[in-house]
């Protein structure tokens, strides 16, 4: 059974920085899309960076190119969310993900999987964790 552990959000002002953490455990890593996923208030819930297990590219929603960097380190079984030069708009409640790669997986990873909210049923999610931005 997937599950997914978010921690390290938090309080920072407008310019700081955050690392969010994602422990997860029960599914074969190299058949996976992972990825981090926000929802705001009153807003549909977004997709942010995601990759591939079994590759090495990572993908990046354009709202947060050049200031977010998702890593993966496999010994500990988690990911990471480094988030740098933080906005207001980036306040919401952040959320770890992951679904099946499929036959396409490099593809579904860097598009659909980040870019369609009507699949979000079919992934596993964690209990997310706040992130609050101050300007």
């Known amino acids: 059974q997937v599950q997914l552990v978010e921690s390290g959000g938090g309080s920072v002002q407008a310019g700081g920085s955050l690392r969010l953490s994602c422990i997860t455990s029960g599914f074969v890593y190299g058949r996976y899309c992972v990825g981090w996923f926000r929802q705001a208030p009153g807003k549909e819930r977004e997709g942010v960076a995601s990759?591939?297990?079994?590759?090495?590219?990572?993908y990046y929603a354009d709202s947060v190119k050049g200031r977010f960097v998702m890593s993966l380190d496999n010994a500990k079984n988690t990911l990471y969310l480094q988030m740098n030069s933080l906005k207001p708009e980036d306040a919401a409640m952040y959320y770890c993900a992951a679904d099946h790669a499929g036959s396409s997986p490099s593809a579904y990873c860097s598009g659909n999987f980040l870019e369609s909210p009507h699949r979000h049923q079919y992934y596993n999610w964690g209990q997310g964790t706040q992130v609050t931005v101050s300007s």
């Open positions: 990759l591939y297990l079994g590759g090495s590219s990572t």
